[in-house]
């Protein structure tokens, strides 16, 4: 740390700082004189006691000098050169503090050290007179659990107590006396204790004077003032009182509550004597005031806690004191107050405090009172001694004390102040000389009879205390006469509030200047500020101080001193040595000390009874004042005791060097400490121009925020208040300008205050607020030139100057002051524009005195670079700012020559001209002979006027080019928006080249934003040499037909929408997504609203040319759905259209092709309430051609359809097999010629006529057939089901067709195969982008797929079986995913299936319609997948084996290894099936096995009843009955992994595997997969007969079968004719006559042979 340190600051001259210099107090030519001993060490912080002192030094070193009786042997003895103090070494102390006759000391981790006097406690050690070594104080807060040690920021010292400050920023006390302002009467308290009234309150420092604390609070945010309560918190009394009579009103604030205060004893011993505060004779009692609090707390006949309590600070509006006020004094301020809140409610808003106006007066802050009325009459004072005893006789009640006043009263009263805070008058108040006296005596009689006096404070100050003071009339509106409100309501208004701007984050940053100023404890002397005597337990806000912006507070033996940030300094208390440096003897509220009339205080101290003043003094180098008991010198006329009340300036700090050290020439003093008789200052000198820099920039810091203040208060609040501002708009750009001076004004003061307090530090470069925060400064000057030239541009100035004429005129001299402009007969107009762009000058400083700064340190240092950095950046702001101030100048001065309407309607704050065409130097291309066309640029738009007309073309979506020499115009550039393209001709190519570039830059400079300022610490960023073509930005069209009104938000190129966008109509219409050359192309969503149905269509999917075309969902008003295939906005493809919902009354569903909207070619209509599903061919939305109708009854037609209607030839079956085939007229309608063929096999030939279900007429022939005819005619009437539907083939047309399309295949099969793979590729990646922002669509599974498919699989030479089974895994992968298109076939082609074969749809009589059409599909996936990979062999034909070893392959006949060659295995030949099925057929297999359920329902209920029955036996019985041979019944079977012997009762055991495994039957899918269990279980037999025999054998089938019939009983399949007719219809015909072929036909009979066993 300490290398660190050394190396940074070395060249600083660090050991030339923080010399010590002491004197005695009171000589007025003191001699300086440095500690005897103490050299060569740099002090940082110095602290003084009554006799003895502390040092800081470099390091955290703790030194102390002086009397020091508390140290062992050292009781009589006076230290001179300061010693260590080891009990602190290493701790690394950060800041010191001493008391009368203690100190203390608080550690880089927050730890508090206090030693010397402990009479009191005030060390925190119970029980010891002095502790002579540092003591580490224990502070914990109880509160919390477990209790957590506090971490301490500050200590302060008094004479009987010590304060901390908490890094919480809570107050902690120990000692004795009321100073504390803890709620006890146990002194000495040494265990510190929380003061609890001001917890939750942000307190930004505390300081102790001897008997008397002081605290410098934050103001609450605006949100968190609460609204002052109706009663006293103790004593249940309203705090204010009012009634309206007829003429006048009655108000009254004077509840003063008793339990605020301490009580004497007298008053509390003899509660019927007179109140010692107000003896007959006017004069305070003796000794009343100067007892001791805590003496003062316990009565004989009271409670002492009772009396202990606090006055609730703030809560009762500051009223503490049982003393009354001259009450017409209080009901004159009430009324005022009322005045204030009725006539003046634009008035600080945000509920802050103001800033009272300062005059040019020297004087005014000194005459605070002098608008207020002499001591009141005698009658009043009867009533207050009346009051006063009453209050004294009921003890805890008070007597409330009504005062008439009439209106008139309240009224003229409220217009005698000096101004109020809208429009102080340009000269002094007046007459203030003839009212200094009457003051005076006021002061001094108020105080001596200790009445209450906090209203001795300007009525300017109360009116702009804001809410806080307003909401002490509780529910004012409602109880005043409306008489009164509106003679008050004839007050004149305020046009604007100007309000200080509360910046949360620059307050988080910097020293806060919202603060309040906080007071306990004894109050003899008046140092409270409460405007009496009286003690305080607790804090109590001084109202007084509320929006002074204290920023440091001292306080002295019986005085208190408050800093503010407008370097003035406030004092109240004692002033018997003149030490308040005022000539008011004693004051009880803080007044304004004059020190030096034309200087600024940075710093003050106060000691016992003087204080010191650093004052700013020329080249910056600070004087030092003295104020209070100094040496009587002859002809003195200072007053009595030798006090001086004027203060004495001690020699300037050069010359106190020169005295003392005449080797170094300069010296700069950066605090000094008064303790005792003794002062004491630290020094630095100014190496290289360091100390000095610094001490500059503080300086002129402060300087600059007291003439921002200056211009604030007697310039910009007058001219806010005045009344005829001009338009809304102008006023709402001053009140912005003047809210943004406001909140930079406030930035400044906080920046000064935060110097002052880093000049008393160790001065660290690195911790410098104008370098560490300098975004934060440069942002507000940003903001703050950005308003004002944008009032400057609308002409701002001019209207103000006319408006406020004769304000102006009348302060010229004070306005040509502010704004440093020395030469007469400069127009108001540029003054005031010089005053308000003053602010900016500012910035040149920061970049000098930074740069100076940065030349103090080595060049490779980060200090040199930061503060090299920071002072660029503010350099750069400075030039930009002149810069945009020049724009704002150039602009205005163009709008003072433009036409006027015209100027109305072009003219914005924000805009500014960049070059216009005035002098010809550009011309439009082909314009008319006559015309006149004259061009502006402005940083927003490209203006084209004609005549009285003009054009506005933004500059966002505005492209510029200049035009090749080629086409002849050297000199043209060509300019495109989005509806115009125009040419334009300069006259010079300089001319050219000029507009070229302001365009290219306006158009970059519109694209990036309003601002073109670099943040803090970028970096300089380079302009673009010309703007992108591409971009974004926003446009209404005007002019196209399509699109007028129409609005469009989005990317851009060349002029055209081109990219993502969003386009809004005016009646609307809304499309939201890609954009193509301006037309809607890509994905994108679209709404319409219906008005009739107050609802919108909405589509989401893909369009084409500004066209839906492609794969879209269409969901329309009414309620319908459609999903599909669009083309040129029509439905065209396939499709699905939902219309209805199930509860609406016709609910239905088409799927199925589209031509140009109409339902046309093959689809399927479910009407769900008619219970009817449609199959077959359309025609213009109408039923036209073959067709199969099946309804939820059972029945089954199939047929032609004309129109709708069933007409032509036919067949119809009902459930119970009747079958009807013949003509058809209509829906069921039989007509003509047919035959009717009845469940039993009769028939009957005729012509039949007549409606199905309700009665047919017949003339025919009714035929009895044989036996053997029936059956051989039933199978052949089924046999023919299907002839008259649509052929499987020529289903589903439309899907297949828009797979090949999306291939790049138009007609199908056609195309080009590798065009074909790119158009996959492109799908694949269109689709993922399309799906990246919706997570949920892709899983990472889903998304490893995606990447797997981009790699295509590749095949060079012989096609192997290893090439086909990665064609088989691409299958199932691409069949996977939705994206792909051969995936997007499977699912569309699913969706059809189950559409077309679930609900009415599962009818037994479709299952041959629904396998043809399985077997279609897997033919025509084929054709696609060949044209893809053209090395896949044909249908049927077979791949040659790999070439391997032979393995020893046991057969399944013999049970031998045999080594024979083989057949090649049936895996090898390729069928679209065998590709295919594992695919599609899960996907497709509960509606396909439902209708197999239904067709052989009648057969499995009959093999079912068979299979439960036989399943009754035990296993040897069942063996037995099927007749399976004994040799292979097994005798021991294994049960639980032991082998059991088979008991003639066992059951399930035998053969247990094989049952196992044939039940898996029903999880497989493919029928190649349900061979492979039926294989399996046969192996398994096999297995468990020879564990039987113990030896190889053959089967033959008579001896296999009855035990595979056991077998297939055992395993209990449920729909096993299903399963067998499933295999039977979808297996690879080339595995009939293989070794599965065998086993399946074993299989089978196995089915027919249990429905037909005998179980007898």
């Not at 000692?175 to 917890?199: D, M, N, W, Y």
């Not at 440069?778 to 006319?802: D, H, P, Q, R």
């Not at 602010?839 to 000098?848: D, I, K």
């Not at 506005?952 to 509806?979: A, H, M, Y």
Request: aromatic share 8%.
């Amino acid at each position: 740390m300490e290398s660190k340190e050394k190396s940074s600051s070395e060249q600083e001259g660090t050991r030339e700082r923080g010399l010590v210099y002491t004197w005695q107090a009171g000589s007025c030519d003191p001699i300086s004189g440095s500690l005897p001993g103490w050299s060569g060490r740099t002090v940082l912080q110095a602290a003084l006691g009554t006799n003895h002192g502390v040092l800081l030094s470099e390091g955290g070193s703790v030194y102390s000098f002086g009397r020091l009786p508390w140290k062992d042997g050292l009781q009589d003895a006076c230290v001179g050169c300061p010693i260590l103090e080891k009990a602190l070494s290493g701790q690394n102390v950060v800041s010191v503090a001493a008391g009368s006759f203690h100190s203390g000391a608080v550690t880089e981790n927050g730890g508090a050290y206090v030693w010397g006097d402990n009479a009191s406690g005030q060390c925190a050690v119970a029980g010891q007179a002095a502790v002579p070594d540092p003591h580490p104080v224990s502070i914990s807060d109880s509160e919390t659990s477990p209790s957590l040690p506090i971490q301490i920021l500050q200590l302060a010292c008094g004479e009987e107590h010590t304060l901390a400050l908490s890094l919480g920023r809570e107050i902690w006390a120990w000692g004795s006396g009321c100073q504390l302002g803890l709620i006890t009467t146990a002194f000495p308290v040494t265990r510190p204790q929380k003061v609890e009234h001001l917890a939750g309150r942000v307190v930004l420092q505390i300081a102790c004077g001897a008997a008397h604390s002081l605290a410098l609070v934050q103001c609450l945010p605006p949100q968190d003032m609460k609204p002052i309560p109706e009663r006293c918190n103790h004593c249940s009394q309203l705090l204010i009182t009012m009634t309206d009579k007829e003429d006048h009103v009655i108000i009254s604030d004077n509840h003063c509550c008793p339990l605020g205060v301490v009580l004497a004893e007298a008053q509390a011993e003899d509660p019927v004597s007179p109140s010692p505060l107000e003896t007959p004779c006017g004069k305070s009692a003796p000794g009343s005031q100067e007892e001791d609090c805590p003496g003062a707390l316990v009565g004989p006949e009271h409670d002492g806690a009772d009396l202990c309590l606090s006055s609730g600070g703030q809560e009762d509006s500051g009223i503490s004191s049982p003393g009354q006020q001259p009450p017409l004094a209080t009901g004159r301020r009430a009324a005022e107050q009322l005045a204030a809140g009725l006539a003046d409610p634009l008035l600080n808003e945000s509920g802050e405090e103001e800033i009272s106006p300062e005059l040019e007066q020297p004087s005014q802050e000194e005459d605070l009172v002098a608008c207020l009325p002499g001591p009141a009459g005698p009658g009043a004072s009867a009533l207050n001694s009346l009051v006063v005893s009453c209050a004294s006789a009921v003890g805890v009640r008070v007597a409330a004390t009504y005062e008439a006043l009439s209106l008139k009263k309240v009224i003229n009263f409220y217009g005698t102040t000096p101004g109020d805070a809208a429009s102080p008058p340009s000269g002094g108040p007046p007459g203030p000389d003839g009212l200094k006296e009457t003051r005076e005596e006021q002061v001094k009689l108020e105080s001596m009879q200790g009445k209450k006096s906090s209203s001795l404070v300007d009525i300017r100050e109360e009116e702009s205390e804001g809410v806080c003071r307003r909401l002490s009339l509780p529910g004012l509106l409602s109880q005043v006469s409306p008489r009164l409100l509106r003679k008050v309501g004839r007050a004149k208004m305020r046009t604007v509030a100007l309000t200080p701007t509360y910046s949360g984050e620059a307050d988080a940053l910097l020293p806060s200047l919202r603060t309040e100023v906080w007071s306990w404890g004894k109050g003899s002397a008046g140092q409270l500020g409460h405007g009496d005597v009286l003690p305080r337990l607790q804090p109590l806000c001084v109202k007084s101080l509320d929006g002074k912006e204290v920023i440091h507070l001292s306080a002295g033996g019986q005085h208190s001193l408050a800093l503010t940030a407008k370097s003035q300094v406030y004092s109240w208390g004692s002033n018997a040595f003149g030490q308040l440096c005022h000539i008011h003897s004693p004051t009880t509220v803080p007044r304004l000390a004059k020190v030096d009339n034309d200087k600024n205080v940075w710093h003050m101290v106060a000691g016992p009874d003087y204080s010191l003043f650093l004052v700013d003094g020329e080249d910056f180098q600070s004087l030092l004042y003295y104020s209070g008991q100094g040496e009587k010198e002859e002809g003195d006329a200072s007053g009595e005791n030798g006090c001086s009340k004027r203060p004495t300036q001690v020699l300037p700090c050069s010359k106190i060097l020169k005295n003392s050290l005449p080797s170094f020439q300069q010296g700069y003093i950066s605090s000094v400490a008064a303790g005792g008789t003794n002062c004491l200052a630290l020094v630095d000198q100014n190496m290289m121009g360091y100390i000095a820099s610094l001490h500059e920039l503080a300086s002129t810091e402060r300087q600059f925020y007291t003439k921002l203040s200056a211009i604030k208060s007697q310039v910009l609040r007058p001219l806010l208040g005045l009344d005829n501002l001009g338009t809304v708009s102008a006023i709402q750009l001053l009140q912005e300008t003047a809210s943004m001076f406001s909140k930079l004004c406030y930035l400044t003061g906080q920046h000064g205050a935060s110097l002052t307090s880093f000049l008393q530090g160790p001065k660290e470069a690195k911790n410098l607020a104008v370098m560490k925060h300098a975004s934060l400064l440069l942002e507000s000057y940003t903001e703050y030139c950005t308003s004002l030239t944008n009032f400057l541009v609308m002409g701002g100035f001019a209207l103000l100057s006319k408006a406020a004429m004769d304000f102006l005129s009348k302060n010229q001299a004070l306005l040509q002051d502010l704004s440093e402009t020395n030469e007469d007969g400069h127009p108001l107009v540029e003054v005031l524009s010089t005053l308000f762009f003053l602010p900016l000058r500012r910035l040149q400083l920061y970049a000098r005195v930074l740069l100076k700064l940065a030349t103090c340190f080595e060049v490779t240092s980060a200090e040199y670079q930061g503060l090299q950095d920071a002072g660029s950046s503010y350099e750069s702001l400075a030039v930009h700012l002149g810069r945009k101030r020049k724009e704002a100048e150039y602009t205005l001065s163009f709008w003072k020559t433009f036409p006027g309407k015209m100027t109305d309607s072009l003219r914005k704050p924000e805009r500014r001209l960049i070059c216009e065409s005035s002098n010809r130097g550009m011309s439009l291309q082909h314009a008319g002979r006559f015309s006149v066309n004259w061009f502006i640029l402005f940083n927003d738009a490209l203006v084209h006027a004609q005549f009285s007309t003009h054009h506005i073309f933004s500059l966002s979506t505005l492209w510029v080019e200049p035009i090749s020499e080629e086409s002849g115009n050297t000199n043209g550039l060509r300019i495109t928006t989005p509806e115009e393209q125009f040419t334009l001709l300069s006259s010079t190519p300089q001319e050219k080249a000029k507009w070229l570039r302001a365009i290219s830059q306006a158009v970059d400079q519109a694209l990036k934003g309003t601002t073109d300022w670099p943040p803090y610490g970028s970096g300089g960023n380079l302009p673009r040499k010309e703007p992108p073509i591409s971009r974004s930005a926003k446009y209404t069209f005007y002019k196209d037909p399509r699109l007028k009104d129409a609005t469009y938000d989005g990317r851009w190129l060349s002029g055209k929408p081109h990219g993502r966008g969003v386009l809004k109509w005016p009646d609307g219409r809304m499309y939201s997504g890609m954009f193509r050359n301006g037309l809607e192309d890509g994905h994108g969503e679209y709404k319409v609203p219906n008005k009739m149905l107050n609802k919108s269509d909405h589509y989401v999917g893909y369009w084409k040319e500004g066209k839906m075309c492609g794969q879209g969902v269409y969901s329309y008003a009414t309620g319908e759905v459609y999903e599909g295939s669009f083309q040129e906005n029509m439905r065209h493809g396939h499709g699905l259209l939902r219309s209805g919902k199930l509860t609406s009354s016709s609910p239905s569903m088409f799927i199925g092709q589209w031509v140009m909207d109409k339902k046309t070619g093959y689809g399927v209509f479910d009407g769900i309430t008619r219970g009817e599903k449609y199959m077959g061919m359309w025609q213009d939305d109408l039923c036209q051609g073959n067709g199969v109708v099946v309804t939820q009854f059972g029945l089954y037609y199939e047929g032609a359809f004309s129109s709708n209607k069933m007409m032509g030839t036919g067949v119809l079956l009902s459930e119970d097999d009747t079958v009807y085939e013949g003509e058809f007229s209509d829906n069921w309608t039989l007509n003509g010629k047919g035959t009717l063929a009845l469940p039993n096999g009769d028939y009957i030939e005729g012509a039949f006529s007549g409606e199905w279900g309700s009665g047919i007429k017949i003339t025919g022939t009714y035929f009895k057939p044989s036996l053997y005819d029936h059956e051989k005619d039933r199978s052949k009437t089924l046999r023919k089901l299907g002839l008259l539907a649509v052929p499987a083939d020529e289903k589903w047309e439309a899907v297949f067709e828009e797979c090949w399309r999306q291939l790049g295949c138009d007609p199908p099969g056609h195309g080009d195969r590798w065009k074909a793979w790119d158009n996959i590729a492109v799908a694949l990646t269109t689709n993922r982008r399309q799906h990246k922002d919706s997570p949920e669509l892709l899983s990472r599974s889903h998304a490893q797929t995606l990447e797997s498919l981009e790699f295509i699989p590749q095949h060079v030479g012989a096609f192997t079986l290893e090439k086909y089974e990665d064609i088989k895994k691409y299958l199932i992968k691409a069949c996977d995913t939705p994206l792909h298109p051969l995936g997007r076939l499977v699912e569309t082609l699913v969706a059809v299936y189950r559409m077309t074969y679930v609900g009415v749809g599962a009818n037994r009589r479709l299952l041959q319609e629904a396998v043809r059409e399985i077997k279609s599909y897997l033919k025509r996936i084929f054709q696609l997948i060949r044209f893809l990979f053209p090395d896949l062999p044909e249908e049927g034909s077979t791949i040659p084996p790999l070439v391997t070893e032979a393995k020893g392959k046991r057969s399944f006949c013999s049970g031998k290894t045999d080594s024979r060659p083989e057949s090649p295995e049936p895996g090898y030949v390729v069928t679209s099936s065998g590709l295919l099925l594992p695919v599609l057929l899960p996907r497709l297999y509960p509606p396909l096995f439902m209708l197999y359920a239904l067709d052989s329902e009648r057969e499995e209920d009959v093999y079912w009843d068979c299979v439960l029955r036989l399943n009754k036996q035990p296993d040897v019985a069942l063996l037995s009955f099927l007749g399976v041979q004994m040799k292979f019944w097994p005798t021991t079977v294994p049960i639980l992994g032991e082998n059991r012997k088979v008991l003639p009762n066992t059951k399930d055991a035998c053969f247990a595997s094989a049952v196992e495994c044939l039940q898996q039957i029903s999880t497989t899918f493919t029928p190649a997969d349900k061979l492979k269990v039926i294989q399996q279980t046969f192996e398994e037999i096999s297995q468990n007969v020879l564990e039987t025999l113990q030896e190889d054998f053959l089967w033959s089938m008579d001896d296999l079968f009855p035990v595979f019939l056991y077998v297939v009983l055992r395993a209990r399949i449920r729909n096993l004719g299903s399963e067998v007719h499933l295999i039977e219809d979808l297996m690879d015909p080339y595995l009939q006559h293989g070794e599965q072929g065998i086993m399946f036909t074993t299989l089978k009979a196995c089915y027919y042979q249990i429905q037909h066993e005998k179980l007898t």
